[in-house]
């Protein structure tokens, strides 16, 4: 196609995306439906924008914007085919003006990322749930809102100016910088609301709002929903300026005890979560005054707070309960249809009661949640997609929510927008304001280019499950789709929430969706619903994943993305499909029982004397692969500091082989099972009860990936074991030695996967001149090295460039040295030290040691002294 050229030319061959799987990866949002693109462009400027746009209009080729993908109504989908406009690299700061109050920004920047850059003194007021990955202008598209909204008003009410790009191309400012205007027609207002169809925000001055000078946070809990809305009914009557205003009912309480480990007693059945926020004296007297009606009101308990703490904690909770409720059943998840309606604040009791009911009705669990005092509710249905009956029960249901809604004079969507999701019921809203929205829709964009397919127009959608992306697996998954059950499990619990986005390593660095755990998660639904098959490309984005796990860590599903990417690979390598490379490090597995292509009677080179027999020995010291042939420090670290320990320890040298963790990793079953024989074994003669390991891969392999039949071994890293043994006072070390500031970070197989953080902690704090620092995500939220799951030997450049953020971070703090507790990882840190430096972005030298280097380099001999060579094998 010769636009695709075009498109090329426009914004450069790294900024577009044309192959299919890349394409699938931009099919879905957090709504049902689905939409798969032809292409998908990142425009990093308004000038970029504006010539795709006239491309597309010369063409008539529809163009969809988006950005963080977070929709729950198929808005950012591309239902009619065409090109995805990504706008997330245009995610600029453009100015901040604090004493007029305004900030400038491009959509493409995070809602939550505009709060850091604007405190401690100013904040941005709306905040959705997905204010930590939603994009700024996605917020405004769709005139979001989030927690604060019955005080500070929606997206549309701190739009001062905005330059947004029309369907001819055509570039148009609206609005002003100025405190008011009266110019002509509120075009702000026409675009904030237009779901892209009218035309592309571009950039967006926003209002800004000085931060209140005291904040209380309240956690009411409440027998039913009736006295709850009882008391936010009064509270609002007697016009107590509540800044927040959330409520819960008993399935939402239940998600939350679960996914977020909040203790709530069992005779609650509806929780409100409020703020006051302003002038700490006014606050105050307005938190007895609250008291008061609480107490009149019949309320169980009111607990007050101002720690900031626990406020992030309790919306940390309720941010992430929407995708949380697919842990309540696994194999079900929550389904976004029509779960976003508005009604007068006085008839949430009756609209939660009615949505009770007809849950009872249907026997279906339904989360109803949301803005109790602006009388805004979401109420989420949980099924099991695979499950047909339940697709015609969720049907009923929602056409009987449309109904509930309009009956109680409310409105289909006060704060998601119509999307796909409300275009088949919109028209019962609207009536003929939605043939004055066509009119204009028409005029703006004559040749329908702009988001086709949405808000109720001619082309809109008009039965509520055309275009739904998750209907194949009606029925269930077929057995040679089947990834196996937790695997399944897992992709069908994944709610598209993008949450991953915020901590994936290899997305950071790309920023296309097959990249993160989101988007390969959408190719593993693609591949259990039939809808898409194994292909190189395909299984290339899958071995493109570190295994790191920290999307894990960020998921309120639950989801382990690193499951899915394990059981895909599997499944690849027994189809034939694996990489070369990786396929030749398996064959080097097999032959020489490492990956390095390197003989095995060259293992025990790495000591600098030949291991002690293992009759007596205590310890089994396994160095592993990398250790074994890619370190020159690390292996007589550990020997010399077992030794001055005066523990008797043995090695299998030339005997140990490979632990099967690449074999793992990779997919390949049968030659991990054939290792795992092989050194169950190997323990077994060896009679020692302790197997140290300086490998977090090895680790984590013998421990958890094994089982727990091992004879009986107690499996330890070398910082769990060392940890015990300064402790135990069988080693100390120096002091006044050369001082160093050293950032340690946390290897994923040992922390995330494995749950050791402080053991290489503790080691580090004994070290009187060393200062430990920590890098910005540490333990449980730290970032991948960048060489896990196999990524350095099939992506190295990617591999490089994830390391290359830690460099420059560590650089930044004023580190020396990272110290890491793996020799993957110090590997991958020590190349991508080079790179960074060649590439003249690092002035000075940032050292790079394992833990074991740094304790033999600082380590005295302890009060039990040192055992000498012939001491320890009569030993």
Known sequence: MQWLSELERIVGPDNLLSEKVDCLGYSRDMSIHEGVPEAVVFAQNTEQVSQVVSLANQEGIPVTARGAGTSVTGASLASKGGIILNLVKMNRIIEINRTDCYAVVEPGVICDDLNRELAPAHFYPPDPGSAPVATIGGMVSTNASGVRAVKYGTARDYIKAMKVVLADGRVINTGTKAPKSSAGYDLNRLFSTSE???GIITEITAKILPVPEYAAFAKLSFPSIVEAGAVVEEIIRKGIP?????????????????????????????LVF???????????????????????????EIEWSDDQERRAEIWSARHGLVSSLS????????????EDFGVPMSRIPETIDAIQEIGRRYGVDIATFGHIGDGNLHAVLLM?????????????????????????????TAEHGIGMAKSPYIERELNGALDVMQTVKSALDPKNILNPGKMGFNDSIGYIYDRCGSRDLEGGIREESSLGESADEDVLACTQCGFCSLVCPTYSETRIETMNARGRNTLAFDLLSGRAELSEQMVNRFYQCTMCDACASSCPAGVKTSRIVQAVRKKSFASGFAPEGIRMANRSVEDNRNPFMQPRDERDECFIDPPAAPEGAEVLYWPGCVSSYQEEDVVPATAELLDRAGIAWTALGNEEGCCGYLAY??????????LMKENLAAFKRSKVKTLVTTCPGCYRTFKDLYGKDKGGLEVLHSTEYFSRLIQEG?????????????VYHDPCDLGRHMGVYEAPREILRSMKDVELLEFSRNRENARCCGAGGGMKGHDLNLSLDVASRHILEAAEMGADAIVSACGTCKKNFQHATVRVRKKGLLSRRIAVYDVMELMAQRMVVSSCGALDKAAREAA
Do not use: Y
Not at 256 to 261: I, N, P, Y
Not at 327 to 338: A, C
């Open 665 to 674: 990793v990779s997919g390949d079953m049968e030659l991990f099972d054939e």
């Open 384 to 412: 099991d997609i695979r499950d047909k009956d339940e697709w015609e029960t969720i049907r009923k249901i929602s056409e009987e929510f449309i109904d509930l809604t309009l009956r109680l004079e409310g409105t289909l």
């Open 327 to 338: 842990r309540l059943h696994r194999g079900s998840r929550q389904v976004p249809i029509t």
């Open 730 to 742: 069988r080693l100390r070390f120096s002091e006044g030695g050369t001082p160093l500031r050293a």
């Open 274 to 300: 409020a703020e006051i926020d302003g002038a700490r004296a006014a606050v105050k007297s307005q938190m007895e005054e609250m008291n008061s009606i609480f107490r009149e009101k019949g309320g169980i």
């Open 196 to 198: 892209g169809t009218l």
């Open 242 to 270: 509540i800044s927040t205003c959330e409520i819960l009912d008993g399935v939402s309480i239940e998600a939350v005890k679960e996914a977020m480990g909040l203790k709530i007693p069992g005779n609650v059945s509806a």
